[in-house]
C-alpha cells in the first residue's frame, strides 16, 4: 500500500521529523502532504533565477517554505494535482517554466518525468477552466538540480523548455499546473511558499474525496499558500520596486522597556513581480532590533522577507528602549530591494523617554503661598518650592 499523510503534516520548528500514516483509501482525509521549513533565502530572491536562458517574465517567488504532493501514480491509479494562477498585462509568448520540486520517501533521487500543463481561468478567478497546453518532459529533457534535503524530502530545482511555446493574451487570467509521473512509494512534490501572488494555489485528488479544486485555505486550516514557479521568454523583465509606508513614534517609554510597533513593505514594482527585502541599517540606538513577518502561522522570519504586487506585507518591529532618562531619540529603519542596492526606503522612527513629572498649581494658592512665604511646609516640599 502507498505511503501517505493523512489529513495535513505541520511540522515545526521544534519536530524534527514527520509521521507518515499508512492505511486503506477510505480511511484518508486526503493525500496532500505539507512540510514546513525554514525560508530558502539563498535559492532565488527577487527576480533572480537558476539557469534561465530567457527573461522571467512572471515571477510567482521561488523562495519555498515546504512542499505539497502533486502526481500521478500509474502503478495506484493515484492522481492529486496542484495549480496556481497568473495573468500578463501584455500579450506574451513563455518558452521556458521554471519550479522548485522533489521527492518524498523516495531515498533520493527517482529520475521521473513531468508533465507542465496550462489552463484558461474558469470564469470566476477562483480555479482552471478548459486545458490548453500539456506536455510531459522525460527525466532527460527536465534540468533537475539538486538543493537539499528537507526532513524526508529531496528538494530540487526544475526547468524545461517548452517545445512550443505558447502566447498569453495580456489581460486574461491562466493556471499552470506541474505534475510529477511518480514511481510507486514514492511522492513527487512542488514547492510551495508565502506571500501569495493573484489567488491561493488550489489542489484536487479525486482518490481522496477531492474531485473537484479546492482552494489551500480550505484543505489546510485557512493558510494561504502559493506554489513557486517562474514563466520566461523573450521580452521585458518583471522588475520589482521597493516602497514602504509608515513611521515608527513612541513616546513615554520607561528606559529598558521594549517597545513594538508595525508598518507597511510594498512591491510597487510591474505585476507579476516578487520582491525580496531585507534590513541594511537600523538606528544606532537601542538594542534587541528585529523587523518580522509571520508566515503559515508558525515560523517567523526576521530581518528580511518577499512581497509581491498584489498585496503589501505588515511588518512587526520591536526594539529595548536605552536607558538614558529625559531623552528624545531620532533615527530610520532603512531596507533595500536584495535585487537592486540602489532600491532603498526608509521608516523614520522617534523614542522619547520620561521627561520630569511636572505638577501644575492653581494660581489662587499660588498667590496664597506668595503672600504666607513660611506656611505649608510640606506642599512646597512637593513643589520644589
Known amino acids: ?105 523516495s531515498g533520493g533521487d527517482f529520475d521521473c518525468d513531468w508533465n507542465v500543463s496550462f489552463y484558461m481561468d474558469q470564469g470566476d478567478g477562483n480555479e482552471p477552466g478548459n486545458k490548453i497546453y500539456e506536455e510531459v518532459f522525460p527525466n532527460a529533457m ?37 505534475q510529477g509521473l511518480s ?10 511558499h508565502q506571500p501569495v501572488v493573484e489567488h491561493v494555489l488550489v489542489h484536487r485528488c479525486p482518490n481522496a474525496g477531492y474531485p473537484d479544486w479546492t482552494d489551500c485555505t480550505e484543505l489546510w486550516y485557512g493558510n494561504a499558500l502559493d506554489f513557486c514557479f517562474q514563466l520566461a521568454g523573450d521580452g521585458e523583465p518583471v522588475v520589482p520596486d521597493l516602497d514602504c509606508d509608515g513611521d515608527l513614534s513612541w513616546n513615554e517609554v520607561s528606559p529598558g522597556a521594549m517597545v513594538n510597533s508595525t508598518f507597511m513593505v510594498i512591491n510597487d514594482g510591474d505585476v507579476g513581480s516578487m520582491l525580496g527585502w531585507e534590513v541594511q541599517e537600523f538606528p544606532d540606538w537601542g538594542t ?19 512581497v509581491g504586487t498584489t498585496q503589501s ?34 521608516i523614520p522612527v522617534t523614542l522619547i523617554t520620561p521627561c520630569e513629572t511636572a505638577v501644575s498649581m492653581h494660581p489662587l494658592f499660588q498667590k496664597i503661598l506668595e503672600r504666607f512665604p513660611n506656611a505649608f511646609p510640606v506642599i512646597r516640599t512637593i513643589f520644589g518650592l
Request: some cysteine; overall charge negative.
Open 288 to 306: 534587541n532590533w528585529s523587523t518580522k513577518w509571520i508566515h503559515l502561522d508558525w515560523i517567523v522570519q526576521e530581518d528580511g522577507g518577499y
Open 142 to 178: 527536465v534540468h533537475e538540480t539538486y538543493i537539499e534535503e528537507m526532513w524526508d524530502a529531496w528538494m530540487f530545482s526544475y526547468w524545461v523548455e517548452l517545445a512550443d511555446p505558447i502566447t498569453f493574451t495580456g489581460g486574461e487570467k491562466y493556471w499552470i499546473s506541474i
Open 313 to 346: 506585507e505588515e511588518i512587526f518591529v520591536e526594539v529595548i528602549a536605552p536607558e538614558e532618562e529625559n531623552e528624545e531619540f531620532t533615527g530610520e529603519i532603512v531596507l533595500v530591494n536584495v535585487d537592486d542596492p540602489d532600491d532603498t526606503c526608509t
Open 1 to 105: 500500500m502507498k505511503t501517505k499523510i493523512v489529513g495535513i503534516l505541520v511540522c515545526m520548528l521544534l519536530i524534527a521529523t514527520a509521521l507518515p500514516a499508512v492505511g486503506t483509501m477510505n480511511k484518508i482525509k486526503h493525500p496532500i502532504i505539507v512540510l514546513s521549513h525554514d525560508i530558502n533565502n539563498e535559492l532565488n530572491k527577487g527576480n533572480a533565477k537558476i539557469n534561465s536562458n530567457g527573461d522571467v517574465l512572471w515571477d510567482n517567488g521561488m523562495h519555498y517554505q515546504g512542499c505539497i504532493e502533486s502526481q500521478w501514480d500509474a502503478t495506484y491509479q493515484w492522481e492529486s494535482l496542484g495549480a496556481d494562477d497568473f495573468q500578463f498585462e501584455e500579450t506574451t509568448i513563455v518558452t521556458e517554466v521554471y519550479w522548485i520540486g522533489g521527492y518524498y520517501l
Open 183 to 192: 514511481f510507486p512509494n514514492t511522492n513527487t512534490m512542488w514547492g510551495f
